[in-house]
Structures are given as C-alpha cells and as structure tokens.
C-alpha cells in the first residue's frame, strides 16, 4: 500500500476533514492530466453506421449435445417455476424446503477436482479454431474472455446508464444506482493468432484478485453439488477410491455473429423454461467474503438473516448483484442462448437460499425495460467485432495483448504485439472507439437509446492516437494502475463494520468520478 494511500486512511481513522483526491493506481477516479477528451492528433482507421435493423442474431455454428447439458436435482427445479427467493430453511417454521443434506457444503479440500474436465482457454481450444475457420470467422473466444470487452462497450454506448431499483424495498430509495468500480475496471486480453484466426484468452498478468483462493473453484464444485444425484456426487470425492466415476464433458454453444465465433459452456437446461430451456449456474458468496475473499473463514459464521434490508438480506445481495454482475450475466446468457440464470446464495460454508433471475428480469433492472438487452447486446457485439476488426488491420497476422478502457466518452484499446520485430521494443498503439446514438433523427443520450423502444441506430468512429510513444504508455499505464488497485467491486457503506475504512475512501473515489459520469442518469434529451 502506498504511502499516499496510507495517509488518506490516517485522515478518515482520525476523523479529520479533508477531501479525497484521486490516487495514481488507487481509484477508479481521474488522476492529474488525463485523457483530455479526444487525443489532439488522431488518424480515423475506420467508421461506420449500425442501422436499426441491419443487426441480425446471433448465428448457431454447431447445435449443442442437448442430453449432455445438466439437469437440476433435488427438487431445486421448483425454483425456476417461482419467481422470488427460496429460502433453504424457512427461518420462521424452521422447516426445510429441500433436502436438508444441501445446507452444508463439501469443503473445496475434499474435491477431486482432476476427475472433471479442464477449462480449455480459446488458444487451446482446436475444435474452436476449426469451426472459425469452418464458418469463416477470423476472431473467436469464450464467454470468460469476451464479456469484460463487452461491459466496456456497453458503459461507452450507455453513458453508464444507471440501474433501475424501482422493485426494491424503500430502504434502498437512496442507494447508489451507478456500476461498481469493479464492472468498470479495465480488461486485458491476448489475441493470439493462429491459422488464419484470433483467439481471446484472459489476459491475468495485473490481476490482484482473490477469487480463486476460494470463490472459483467452489463455483465449480457447487455446480457439481446442485446437477448430480448425491450417489454420483459422492464418487467426485477425494475420499473415494474406485475408479468407476462418470466422465464427465463440458457443452458448449458455438454460434457467429459477422466474422466473430463465440464459444459458451452450457451448465444446465430444463423443459420448463422458454426457448432453449438452457440457464446459467451463479454460486454468489454473501457480500462480506466477496469484500475479504483472503479471510472467508471469518465469515462462516455470518449469514443471510431476512428477505428485505440493507444488512444480512438476500435483497441486500441482489443489489448488489445488479450493480456488479448482472451486465456480464445477460452478455453470457445471451451468446449462450439461455432464459436466464440461477443463484445460490452461500457463505463458502452453508447455501441459504436460491433464486432464479431470467433475462427479462436483468434488462429491466439494467436497461429499464424488459427485452431492450437484445438491441443492446447486439450492438455492443458489432462494434467489438469492428475493433477487433481494427486491431487485426494494425497488427496483421500477429499475436497481441490488448488492454480495453472506456474513460470519459471514448474507448480506449491499447495494443501490443507479444513479440518485437528485429529486436527493437514493441511498439504500442493506441486506438480510439467513439459512438453516437441516432433516433428521431437526431443525436440522443446513451442513456435514453438503451431503453428507449424505438428505430436505433448508433455511428461509429475508431481512430489511432498519433501522440508519441511516451504518452500512450503513460495512459495505458493508468489504466495498469486502476486495474492493479481494484481488489474488491462491491463497496460497502461507510458505518459497515467489516471495512468501513474502504468504504469511506471507496465512496470519495467514486464521488470524484462523476466527472466521468453524465449528470441526468435518466436523460430523455437529446444530445
């Protein structure tokens, strides 16, 4: 932790008056002269328009194994029937509304992980890279290493258009309505090329998070937990010797849009549900371990106590969901092909209840209106296509690492070949994505298109930053520094006793960062 850091902290612990400023590599905020508009020289690599009905679905390349994509067990189907919480154990009777064996979890210690399939990243993955090639698609990735640059599209194209809480309990009228720092933190990729095609793996050479300590791989195990019989889980047990448990496989959707195929794992399906009947697995730890993943064993013991509050509540986590997950939730679902997604509310320790969430749900909670996520989705797509389209201009032929930033009202992608011709050091680029918002006619807010129901169309411009070497690294090492300091996405109200110090300096941070916000979340205007 820095020094400068160290004294800000000093000051809140004190109680002194003095304002948060912005810290290099320590807040989401702006820090000295930075990113002043649009960069003064620039040469336009690429334009164009997204008419209102020229986007057409995505495309399914190969129909997925329908019987091999898992299927509920222990009467948790009930839960995607009724909308709302199920809690585990009804607090009030006491009695259990599932099998009670599911309140405890199996410890992650005692997971035979090795007998289930690996995550097979998109380089590695030659049954990708051969459908790409198959369906003439030059760029390919998975749900994993595309819905960060997705997230970075959509806070461009919406102005960060606040969420809508509207069906929470009134004790949360005040609460804030912008993203956490942790949807807006910068991403890293690398696009590697190979036999005529880009593949997206996670870039994860800055990232400080936590959550493979615990979070991931008993994500992995719950998944197991909640889709097996308890006969068939139990083989999945270190403590088991034989060699008799099911190979296990992983389905996947693999379906196109423009010269992009994207890759998504399929983690369970029920004919009850619309469409595909296909959902997505969410296991969301309690918001005390999410803020303190290094000491989850401090929280065991912490639990979700009521339906509605601000403190220990499901409605208190679902909050927080929609403001840190539910964006890269509906990109998910939606190039999977799923109604939506269900979640298990757990503390590492116990489960406490589950819910299910569809996809019209999450665009009303994020767009304001229900089935405006697809218009949005498939623009967002488009213009992630275009860049990819750019870069691949840039560097043909070549493997890069990509950094993607949306800051002020552009976004910025900084692009760096993995190998250096001749010796000499690589060269950085850094390319410029601006978009504007067409209805009526007429310029119109990001805010407003996204959950407006009329003809959209959005222009674009990508263009290159002609400023000198120095000063592209310097702002792509701003954006290193803001990805390096984020540890936690969900900050926590200043009396919260878990990390009131963080809160504090977390919600200053965020207040000097309006200036990167409009000032009417709800405009209707145009521009």
């Given at each position: 932790m820095s020094k400068a850091l160290m004294e800000e902290i000093r000051h809140v612990v004190l109680g002194r008056k003095k304002k948060f400023k912005g810290l290099e590599g320590q807040s989401m905020s702006p820090v000295g002269k930075e990113y002043d508009g649009e960069a003064s020289q620039a040469v336009l690599l690429d334009r164009g328009t997204f008419q209102h009905q020229s986007l057409k679905p995505l495309t399914e390349v190969q129909a997925p194994r329908k019987k091999l994509i898992p299927k509920l067990q222990h009467g948790l189907a009930t839960v995607l029937k009724r909308p709302g919480v199920h809690w585990l154990q009804d607090p009030e009777t006491n009695a259990y509304n599932f099998p009670q064996h599911l309140e405890v979890i199996p410890r992650v210690d005692d997971f035979a992980f090795d007998r289930l399939p690996e995550f097979m990243?998109?380089?590695?993955?030659?049954?990708?890279?051969?459908?790409?090639?198959?369906?003439?698609?030059?760029?390919?990735?998975?749900?994993?290493?595309?819905?960060?640059?997705?997230?970075?599209?959509?806070?461009?194209?919406?102005?960060?258009?606040?969420?809508?809480?509207?069906?929470?309990?009134?004790?949360?009228?005040?609460?804030?309505?912008?993203?956490?720092?942790?949807?807006?933190?910068?991403?890293?990729?690398?696009?590697?090329?190979?036999?005529?095609?880009?593949t997206t793996d996670y870039d994860g050479e800055r990232d400080e998070s936590t959550e493979d300590i615990i979070l991931l791989p008993l994500g992995t195990l719950l998944e197991k937990f909640l889709t097996l019989p308890t006969h068939t889980f139990d083989k999945f047990r270190k403590t088991y010797v034989a060699n008799d448990h099911p190979a296990l496989e992983d389905t996947h959707r693999y379906a196109k849009f423009g010269e992009f195929l994207m890759r998504?794992?399929?983690?369970?399906?029920?004919?009850?549900?619309?469409?595909?009947?296909?959902?997505?697995?969410?296991?969301?730890?309690?918001?005390?371990?999410?803020?303190?993943?290094?000491?989850?064993?401090?929280?065991?013991?912490?639990?979700?106590?009521?339906?509605?509050?601000?403190?220990?509540?499901?409605?208190?986590?679902?909050?927080?969901?929609?403001?840190?997950?539910?964006?890269?939730?509906?990109?998910?679902?939606?190039?999977?092909?799923?109604d939506g997604v269900l979640v298990a509310y757990h503390n590492t320790a116990r489960i406490f209840g589950f819910q299910y969430v569809s996809l019209r749900e999450m665009d009303e909670r994020l767009f304001g209106r229900e089935g405006a996520g697809s218009r949005v989705f498939l623009r967002c797509v488009a213009l992630m296509e275009r860049l990819y389209r750019a870069i691949a201009a840039r560097f043909p032929d070549r493997s890069v690492k990509v950094t993607f930033e949306k800051r002020g009202n552009v976004l910025r992608a900084w692009v760096e070949p993995l190998e250096s011709e001749?010796?000499?050091?690589?060269?950085?680029?850094?390319?410029?994505?601006?978009?504007?918002?067409?209805?009526?006619?007429?310029?119109?807010?990001?805010?407003?298109?996204?959950?407006?129901?009329?003809?959209?169309?959005?222009?674009?411009?990508?263009?290159?930053?002609?400023?000198?070497?120095?000063?592209?690294?310097?702002?792509?090492?701003?954006?290193?520094?803001?990805?390096?300091?984020?540890a936690s996405s969900l900050?926590?109200?200043?009396?919260?006793?878990?990390?009131?110090?963080?809160?504090?300096?977390?919600?200053?941070?965020?207040?000097?960062?309006?200036?990167?916000?409009?000032?009417?979340?709800?405009a209707s205007e145009g521009a």
């Open positions: 990243p998109s380089s590695q993955d030659k049954a990708l890279v051969s459908l790409a090639k198959k369906a003439n698609c030059r760029f390919a990735g998975s749900t994993s290493s595309l819905t960060g640059i997705l997230t970075q599209i959509y806070l461009l194209l919406s102005e960060e258009k606040y969420i809508n809480i509207s069906n929470l309990s009134t004790e949360f009228k005040d609460a804030p309505r912008f993203f956490t720092p942790g949807q807006r933190i910068p991403v890293s990729v690398i696009l590697h090329h190979q036999d005529g095609v880009y998504s794992q399929l983690d369970c399906r029920d004919k009850s549900l619309p469409g595909t009947g296909v959902f997505d697995l969410k296991t969301r730890a309690i918001s005390a371990i999410r803020h303190d993943v290094r000491n989850y064993l401090n929280y065991v013991d912490h639990r979700i106590e009521t339906l509605t509050g601000k403190r220990d509540s499901f409605e208190k986590e679902y909050y927080d969901m929609i403001r840190s997950a539910f964006l890269e939730y509906s990109f998910q679902a939606r190039i999977g092909n799923m001749g010796g000499a050091p690589a060269h950085v680029e850094e390319l410029q994505l601006s978009v504007k918002n067409i209805m009526h006619g007429r310029m119109m807010r990001g805010q407003y298109a996204v959950g407006a129901d009329y003809p959209w169309t959005v222009e674009y411009r990508i263009e290159q930053n002609q400023a000198d070497q120095k000063e592209i690294l310097e702002n792509r090492q701003r954006a290193y520094n803001r990805q390096m300091s984020i900050p926590l109200p200043r009396d919260d006793p878990v990390r009131g110090v963080t809160a504090v300096l977390e919600e200053d941070s965020i207040a000097d960062d309006a200036v990167d916000r409009p000032a009417n979340p709800d």
